[in-house]
């Protein structure tokens, strides 16, 4: 499972505030936590006014490079703006995203073709998120047959088929399951992603629906998690499924993380 770390965006109160006061220290070490207990890319999304978004990118970039060793995950929903500071980024890591809204492949695809950049694409277009399997299915294969165009292969494309609230979609999972087997038994090294906390919007316990979305998801076939690797609960049950699912030899991962405190319940200093 690829783990995307979500915490650097602008749309999170804390994040906000770093970013309008330009405090680098508390960036810098929130990439550096992220990738400490397991990030594989560290996500950075700016969250500001549109006339800012390009230099506070730039600025989140330049500190999370210089902070740790991993790629970026450059997100922005405007592709515009990805272009703009595409050029940044030292080395290839995921765009975040193309979809079927306006000219976003039409800008992203030809930015890293011929690169070893990869791409997640959201099953939505100009008429929003669809509630049915079918048209999702329709718009993932869109996309990876816009991508081919490119010679962008699907093992570079990380689908996302979006999954809905389940207080207001009692088949968001089903679905979401649905989208990613029908579409991996068409493409069949096409990668999967999501973020963890759509599902549980509205919700009591939402830590609970979490977790379960994330489990019976990597068992379906989940690639990849957009989530909070310093979430300890969240982590432990990632860690916990990829042991069950017998990806982790002799548990050696799962008995690491617990013996450096990453999941567990919190160690007293004594």
Known sequence: MIIIGEKINGTIPSVKQAITERNEQFIRDLAVRQVEAGADYVDVCAGTAPEV????????????????????CIDSPNPKTIEQ??????????????????????VIYPLIQGTEWQVIALTCDNNGIPSDVQTRVEIAKTLVEKAQKYDIAPERIYIDPLVMALS?????LLNFV??????????PTVKFTSGLSNISFGMPLRRV?????????FFAGMDSAIMD?????????LLATRAL???????????????KNKIGPVKEEK
Not at 53 to 72: F, N
């Open 53 to 72: 978004e390009v230099e506070t990118l730039k600025w989140l970039m330049d500190i999370v490079q210089d902070a740790v060793d991993k790629p970026l």
């Open 178 to 187: 649905e989208t990613l087997t029908t579409v991996k038994k068409m493409y």
């Open 85 to 106: 500071v595409f050029e940044y980024a030292r080395r290839p890591g995921i765009i975040n995203s193309v979809s079927e809204e306006g000219d976003k492949c039409e």
């Open 229 to 237: 690797p310093c979430n300890r609960e969240m982590l432990a049950t």
């Open 245 to 259: 699912l017998g990806q982790d030899r002799y548990c050696r991962n799962y008995y690491n993380a617990y013996r």
């Open 209 to 217: 629906v979490n977790q379960a979305f994330l489990t019976i998801a």
């Open 168 to 172: 207001a979609d009692n088949k968001s």
